[in-house]
T-cell receptor
Framework: IAGITQAPTSQILAAGRRMTLRCTQD?????MYWYRQDLGLGLRLIHY???????GKGEVPDGYSVSRANTDDFPLTLASAVPSQTSVYFC?????????????FGPGTRLTVL | GQNIDQPTEMTATEGAIVQINCTYQ??????LFWYQQHAGEAPTFLSY????GLEEKGRFSSFLSRSKGYSYLLLKELQMKDSASYLC??????????FGAGTTVTVRA
């Protein structure tokens, strides 16, 4: 069982380009999340999905979009990347959303926008 | 927004004990989590407290006082592999998880 996988591992991107970060989980968890982690700021929630077909905004959603077509996949898209989106992005999942269930994290994607 | 505070860095000697404090002010409370994160890796779950008191798991223990908005993570018999960042996270009244900036623990021989 792989758990949560993310792709790519790292990416350097020119400002203005479109980029999709991929996240797949094989645990049949209903809820999935995207966070960004910046030095001194900790993990901040970008978007979440409590079940396939639904999504919600987190603390820092601007400039990002998500979709949840099925249970396993939760891609994060940057429509037009800007340097302030340089960060490490973590995908996470939990059995259910809106509960006290533990969140489990993927290995992360390190994104640099120049 | 939520306010979660923890020290930035701590250093301790191998075999010693270290206590990482976390204070929080959130809109509602539905539990407090501690995660461990080694450099360049994903956070991994360590402990969960929702009621006041101490939860013990081997060398790691976590304490919660809801009335004081306070928790600590206690690491005993420190080993070199315990060098990592430790993240305090609080689930608020809307079940959103908010993280502190993390405490980097360095274990020295």
């Amino acid at each position: 069982i792989a758990g949560i996988t993310q792709a790519p591992t790292s990416q350097i991107l020119a400002a203005g380009r479109r980029m999709t970060l991929r996240c797949t989980q094989d645990m049949r968890h209903n809820a999935m999340y995207w966070y960004r982690q910046d030095l001194g700021l900790g993990l901040r929630l970008i978007h979440y999905s409590n079940t396939a077909g639904t999504t919600g905004k987190g603390e820092v959603p601007d400039g990002y979009s998500v979709s949840r077509a099925n249970t396993d996949d939760f891609p994060l898209t940057l429509a037009s990347a800007v340097p302030s989106q340089t960060s490490v992005y973590f995908c996470a999942s939990s059995v259910e959303g809106g509960t006290t269930d533990t969140q489990y994290f993927g290995p992360g994607t390190r994104l640099t926008v120049l | 927004g939520q306010n979660i505070d923890q020290p930035t860095e701590m250093t301790a000697t191998e075999g010693a004990i270290v206590q990482i404090n976390c204070t929080y002010q959130t809109s509602g409370f539905n539990g407090l989590f501690w995660y461990q994160q080694h450099a360049g890796e994903a956070p991994t779950f360590l402990s969960y407290n929702v009621l006041d008191g101490l939860e013990e798991k081997g060398r790691f223990s976590s304490f919660l006082s809801r009335s004081k908005g306070y928790s600590y993570l206690l690491l005993k018999e420190l080993q070199m592999k315990d060098s990592a960042s430790y993240l305090c996270a609080v689930r608020d009244g809307d079940y959103k998880l908010s993280f502190g900036a993390g405490t980097t623990v360095t274990v020295r021989a």
